[in-house]
């Protein structure tokens, strides 16, 4: 029996709660086959929205309510739920009914998966879900003892890396150039900063947070990375303001050699295996703008933001329009002079009533107290946020437009985000004209209206649809060549995308570094993570592993980490001393990513974006579904490997204590 509430408590929580997810935790609860009936079915979401209200009439949304109201107390009561363990066709029936639209049923061990760790057991019982405390460390895996691993960075997929190091017995070190873990979360604290995923699908999938916001701020998220390294105790294995050089393969001794600087100097230090993760979003790239160094004002790159900058009465110029830019305008448009945005290319940006509102008192309740909710509501945007979209961005071949759309439903979302765009800057043409792309939906990420349009019909804004040409001392000058001064500069202009570990040298059994295999700006990778001629060295957020159509980079950082640990330990068993992916079956992989971006949008030549090299390959976002690359990293195939047993498997070797 769980705690009762009193009825006052629990009514109000479930009158804020989310319709379509009250109604799966009331059918899971119930089982009545009453509320499978047709006046009780969502709608389909429409873009990017949780679908609050299930777009149901009050009075059935109030009839969904009062039901799970009595079905919430007969549980905490006693009453056993009629559908405890929901998985396969069951669980994806129950899916398309409260999605409002049918969910391939494909997906259900991914989403059977997610609730379950949620949940973390097969049961409702999800009371206690946020007070429980993460698992004990074990100690060093019996077969491992001397083999160690190097983890290059200490943000998103650098802590899980440790996190998963440390459950499975395998000693490792976190080297951070940085002073404290967050990655990139640490590093930009411009105005603004926070995430364009919802907060709920944006945290580990083993640690839950109460987000005060549907889509986390800055500091939001930095606090939630740091309650993890305190909860996980990962600052114990981490080697704060050490910056990595260069690793260079040992092929006789089957390890590592890591050269790191810190403030004390220049060391080494040599491991078994080699983790990366720097990150895609992490080393600014700065445009080699003539006069660069000339600027009298502050300039900087919007992820260098300087520390107590105040931009009172200033005139400040946003060099960009892209995520950063657009999380930047309209958060200081409210407090400098004058704000210029320099726009070479607009953005198509989509309607999220959400993205400001907290997330109530209500929905925390439920998401701590009542079986299932947080779990249902956590798949339910999943689906929405991950792979909905990504059927329709498949260029038809026999679709007559060329450039604006792609087929016929990537036209709807053109009109349905042009309507947008129109509605939002009624009254001013010379915007529209301005800020409507003339590229098809989601040819580059689809960002989130935070008060971009209303910023820009502010009368102390300017949009300004040319390049940056040079600086000045004054200020800057466009492809016009019009001269505008300025009190400061901010570079919202991306990072080197294409540069995979740069600026690294990372060097392989060859004696050829990744530069000179990849050139500076092709990487290739098996699943984006391992490389022939690099031997136990795996990366994360590699290349073709970031997400262009949508969902959280936790979800890749998670199959990726799996995987990678999965090896290690795979190694450790077999007392392997190094593995390397086959070149056949990096060959073989990389083609059908070609192959994949060859029929997407993102390869469409009406635009430039970040996921493309200057040769056009796309070399950094993910062509498969969120569902497919789970599968793809669910295990690991040794025979995607060359294998090669320890050199020190002797008396004094890793492999001699007997694998478990």
């Not at 983890?151 to 190091?165: D, E, F, R, T």
């Not at 793809?632 to 294998?643: C, G, I, K, Q, S």
Request: aromatic share 10%; charged share 20%; glycine share 8%.
């Amino acid at each position: 029996m769980h705690t009762p509430v009193p009825d006052q408590q629990l009514r109000a929580a479930v009158e804020g709660g989310n319709v379509p997810t009250l109604l799966a935790v009331l059918i899971q609860l119930s089982g009545d086959a009453k509320w499978r009936g047709s006046q009780y079915r969502p709608t389909r979401s429409r873009g990017m929205d949780d679908n609050h209200t299930g777009g149901l009439p009050e009075l059935v949304q109030q009839e969904i309510r009062a039901a799970a109201v009595q079905a919430i107390q007969e549980w905490q009561h006693g009453k056993a739920p009629a559908m405890p363990d929901l998985h396969g066709e069951e669980l994806m029936e129950l899916m398309d009914f409260v999605m409002g639209e049918e969910v391939p049923h494909e997906f259900g061990p991914m989403m059977a998966e997610l609730m379950t760790a949620e949940l973390r057991t097969a049961e409702l019982t999800t009371a206690e879900l946020t007070k429980l405390r993460p698992p004990t460390p074990r100690r060093p895996h019996s077969g491992a003892a001397g083999f160690s691993v190097v983890v290059i960075g200490s943000g998103i997929s650098g802590m899980l890396a440790s996190i998963k190091l440390t459950e499975a017995g395998i000693q490792h070190v976190v080297l951070e150039k940085n002073a404290e873990v967050g990655g990139s979360w640490w590093e930009n604290r411009y105005p603004g900063a926070g995430v364009d995923t919802p907060s709920y699908l944006y945290s580990y999938s083993f640690f839950p947070r109460s987000w005060s916001t549907h889509f986390g701020k800055r500091d939001e998220v930095q606090r939630y990375l740091s309650d993890l390294a305190d909860a996980y105790d990962l600052r114990s294995v981490t080697r704060f303001g050490a910056e990595v050089v260069d690793a260079v393969y040992d092929d006789a001794a089957q390890e590592w050699a890591v050269t790191i600087t810190e403030a004390s100097g220049t060391s080494s230090i040599r491991a078994n295996a080699v983790i990366t993760a720097v990150g895609l979003l992490n080393r600014p790239k700065v445009p080699p703008l003539p006069g660069l160094d000339t600027f009298d004002g502050a300039i900087f790159h919007s992820a260098r933001w300087p520390q107590g900058l105040d931009l009172t009465g200033k005139r400040v110029a946003i060099v960009g329009s892209g995520a950063s830019a657009m999380q930047i305008g309209p958060a200081i448009a409210g407090t400098v002079d004058q704000l210029t945005v320099f726009q070479r290319s607009p953005q198509w940006i989509a309607p999220n009533a959400d993205y400001f509102s907290p997330v109530t008192d209500q929905a925390h309740w439920l998401m701590e107290n009542v079986p299932a909710y947080r779990a249902w509501y956590r798949v339910r945007l999943s689906w929405i946020f991950n792979d909905k979209v990504h059927p329709t961005l498949q260029v038809d071949p026999n679709w007559p437009e060329k450039s604006l759309s792609i087929n016929e439903i990537n036209h709807g979302h053109r009109a349905f985000y042009t309507k947008y765009l129109t509605k939002r800057l009624a009254g001013r043409p010379d915007l529209v004209a301005k800020s409507l792309p003339n590229y098809p939906p989601f040819g580059k990420r689809m960002l989130l209206d935070n008060g971009w349009y209303t910023m820009l019909t502010r009368p102390n804004v300017e949009l300004v649809t040319e390049a940056v040409t040079a600086v000045t001392p004054a200020g800057l000058i466009s492809d016009s060549g019009t001269e505008r001064e300025f009190d400061v500069v901010i570079l919202a202009t991306g990072f080197h995308t294409d540069r995979l570990l740069y600026p690294m040298d990372i060097v392989g059994r060859s004696g050829r570094s990744t530069r000179e295999i990849w050139g500076e700006h092709d990487a290739k990778a098996y699943l984006g993570i391992t490389v022939p001629d690099f031997p136990n060295l795996f990366i994360t957020c590699g290349p073709n592993t970031a997400l262009g159509h949508g969902g959280s980079y936790i979800t890749i950082a998670e199959c990726q980490v799996r995987y990678i640990v999965d090896m290690l330990a795979t190694m450790v068993n077999n007392r392997w001393g190094a593995v390397e992916c086959r070149p056949e079956v990096n060959e073989k992989y990389n083609a059908a990513v070609d192959d994949a971006h060859s029929r997407m949008v993102w390869a469409h030549p009406g635009m430039t974006n970040w996921y493309r090299n200057d040769a056009g390959r796309v070399v950094a976002v993910l062509p498969w579904r969120i569902v497919d690359y789970w599968t793809l990293t669910r295990t690991v195939d040794p025979a995607d490997f060359v294998t090669e047993p320890s050199v020190d498997s002797g008396p004094s070797g890793w492999g001699d204590s007997g694998g478990s």
